[in-house]
Structure formats: C-alpha cells, structure tokens
C-alpha cells in the first residue's frame, strides 16, 4: 500500500465517526464535558482534508504531519492522544513508501506504547487502550499467521469491538471521569468506543 490509496480509508473513517457522533457525545456526558463526538468529528475531517490535499509519499513525514493537522483540528485530551498515536506510527513508518499489514501492525504497536509512556496508562484503567491494545494483538496474530490486509484488519475490529464492551465493567482512573469513581462501572468508555469505530471504518 502507498499513502495515496488511505484518501478512502480516512473518508470512511470520517464518516463513520459522524455516524456515532450522537452516541459518543452520549458516552462522554456521562462522566465528561460531552464534547467528544464534536472534537473527533472535527479531528478525522480534519486527516480526510488532509488526505486528499497532501502528496506525500513517505508514510513517516505523512504520518507525521497528519498528526499535527489531528491534534489542532481537536484540541482536546483525547486528540492529544490521538496524535500521540500517529506520532509512533510515523516514527516507525519513516522512510517507507510502501507498507503491508505487518509494517500497519508495528506502526499501530508503537503508536500503542507512545501514549502508554507519554500518558502514564496502561490497559485495565478504562481508557481508548483497552480498545486499542486487543485490536494491536489482533493484528500481530494475523501477521503470525499470514493474513492479508483486509483479514487483519477485520480481525483488528472484532478485537476492538471487544475490548470497548470490557470498558462497561472497568472504573475509570484517569480524566474528569476518575472523580465519580464506582459510578463510571456500568458504563462504556468513549475512547473505547471511538477506537471500535475507527477499526470497523478501516475493515469496511
């Protein structure tokens, strides 16, 4: 794969989070300002521009301009994150101008591990990682076992899938939502959610 042929992963991408805008903006008022589905939605519109006006060629300085385009377009904690994400992937994409599944699965891996180191979390604190972290495995194993692209990702999202419904029984520890402690059980987290969202966009 080349950076020309994301345009139409992040187009749907895009769309897909306006589509679950209405039940993240839910999500995030639970325990939050209620403003996620708004700022992701300004976010990933932000990357489909970006896609379609840049040729850059080097998934490293594609990457790495994508995230800064993400991190102003949604100037919140969660598109900090995200461009803490894109951050690792360029990182270890730079220098390549193709990249298969197993190139995707390290980048997304290293992506993991920056917002693990620069935002002190890890999985089990009810975060977008609990979603994320199995989609990572998810991808890992499908590299082990030769899977292609599509198969990966679709693997990807059923493991994201997973990890946001383990949210609903997790208490939060970080964020706005740390202060209502026992009463965040119950309820899914809307990082979590997003990251399904993104998956389920990248395997359609």
């Not at 490293?60 to 461009?83: C, W």
């Amino acid at each position: 794969m080349k950076t020309q042929e994301l345009l139409p992963v992040f187009e749907r991408i895009a769309d897909k989070i306006v589509e679950g805008k209405d039940k993240l903006v839910e999500l995030d008022a639970a325990f939050g300002d209620g403003d996620l589905g708004v700022s992701m939605a300004a976010g990933y519109a932000a990357l489909a521009e970006y896609a379609r006006a840049t040729d850059e060629s080097d998934f490293g300085r594609y990457f790495q301009k994508a995230s800064k385009v993400f991190n102003e377009a949604a100037p919140s904690s969660l598109g900090t994150i995200l461009a803490f994400v894109l951050m690792g992937v360029a990182k270890s994409l730079k220098g390549k101008e193709n990249a298969d599944l197993a190139d995707f699965s390290e980048a997304l891996e290293a992506g993991k591990l920056n917002v693990m180191a620069k935002a002190e979390s890890k999985c089990g604190e009810k975060t977008m990682l609990d979603a994320f972290d199995p989609a990572c495995a998810a991808l890992a194993t499908a590299v082990a076992e030769g899977m292609s692209l599509e198969e990966g990702f679709a693997k990807a999202a059923e493991a994201a899938k997973t990890g946001a419904d383990s949210t609903v029984a997790m208490q939060a520890v970080h964020g706005r939502a740390a202060y209502h402690a026992e009463k965040t059980i119950g309820h899914m987290d809307g990082g979590a959610y997003m990251v399904r969202l993104v998956f389920e966009a990248i395997a359609e």
